[in-house]
C-alpha cells in the first residue's frame, strides 16, 4: 500500500473523523458568528466523500482533520455512494458538507437527468482537483473501445454515483443502451476490484483522481492481463451534454502501464446547501487553500488544487462565504 495510504487510514483511525454510512445532521453551532466574519461558529458538520477505495473518500478525511483542527467546527466524513447521492442527501440535511463531480453538480442546479424538474439548492465552496475517467478492462475480453462493451459484464459504478453518470453517458455516446446492451454491474469500487480479480467482471468505469487505490491494487495483482483503453474520442459527445468535459492523459507510470492513454477528465466541486452559514463557508474554503499541503499530504490528488481556478464552479454557484476567502 502506498504510503499516503497508510498515513491517511492511520490519521483517519487515530482521531475518528472518518465515519461510514448515512451521516447525521448538522448539529446548531453554539452562536452566530459576526456579519463579513471568516470565523467559523462552534458546532459540528458532515462530509459527504465517495466510496471507500476512492479519492473522495481519502481526501474527504483529510478535509475533515483540517477543519477539526483549525476551526471550531467538529467534522467528520462518511462513506457513500458518491457525487448524485451525496447531493440528495445534502439537500435533505443528512451531510453539511459534499464532494462531487462538476458535471452532476451541474445536473443538480439545473434539474436534469438524476434531478429531472427538480433543480437543487445547493451552492459550491470551491473547485477541486479533476477526477479522471479510467475505463480498465481485461485482455481477453476483447474490448479496446466503448462500442466494444456490448453484451459485457462491466461494473458502471455505485448507483447514484458521478462514476455512473459519466459511465452511462459514454455507453449512450457509444450508441449503446446502458439498461440492455450491456450487462450492467453497478457496484462500488472494492466488489468491482474483485469482479476484475476473479473475472466475473469484463471492465469497469471509474472516475477519481490519480492514482485511486483499489485501481493500483487491480492492476498491480493481475498486471498486463488488464489494459486502460483511450475513450478520448468520445469527448465532442459528452461536451454537448455539458462543456465541463475535456481530455488529459493517464501518465503511465501511474499505474505501471506501457504508455499514456488518453482519457475525459471533469473537474470536482465541493457543495453545501445555499443555506450554510457564509462565515463558516469562509472559513473552510480558506482552510482548503491554507493548508493544502496537509491535503496533498494524505493523497497526491490534492496537488490539482488551484486557487486561480477555484472560482470556476459554473453554473453551480459559488457560496458569497467563498467569494470573500477568495478575496482574502
Known sequence: MRSWMLKVTAGALAVGLVATG????????????????????????????????GVYFVVGGGLAQVISANTKLKATAAETGASVQNIQQLVAGDYDIAFSLADTAADAVNGKDAFDGKPQKVKALTRLYS???????????????????????????????????????????????PAADVQAQRLDL?????????????????????????????TTSLKDKVKLIDISGQLDALKKINPVYDVAPI???????????????????????????????????KLVYDKKADLEKVHPAAKGILREKAADTAPVPLHPGSEQALKG
Open 22 to 53: 448515512c451521516g447525521g445532521k448538522r448539529e446548531a453551532a453554539s452562536g452566530p458568528s459576526s456579519a463579513g466574519s471568516c470565523e467559523a461558529a462552534e458546532g459540528r458538520v458532515t462530509i459527504a466523500t465517495g466510496n471507500a477505495g
Open 131 to 177: 477526477n479522471y475517467t479510467q475505463v480498465l478492462v481485461r485482455t481477453d475480453s476483447g474490448i479496446n473501445s466503448i462500442a466494444d462493451m456490448r453484451g459485457k459484464r462491466i461494473s458502471t459504478g455505485s448507483p447514484k454515483s458521478g462514476t455512473e453518470v459519466i459511465a452511462n453517458r459514454l455507453l449512450a455516446a457509444a450508441g449503446l443502451d
Open 190 to 218: 472494492t466488489k468491482t476490484a474483485d469482479g476484475m480479480k476473479d473475472g466475473s467482471v469484463d471492465g469497469l468505469v471509474w472516475s477519481g483522481g490519480l492514482p485511486t487505490a483499489q485501481m493500483t491494487d487491480i
Open 251 to 285: 501518465p503511465a507510470a501511474t499505474y505501471g502501464m506501457a504508455a499514456d492513454v488518453k482519457t475525459i477528465v471533469v473537474p470536482n466541486v465541493l457543495l453545501v446547501r445555499d443555506d450554510f452559514p457564509d462565515a463558516d463557508a469562509c472559513a473552510v474554503t
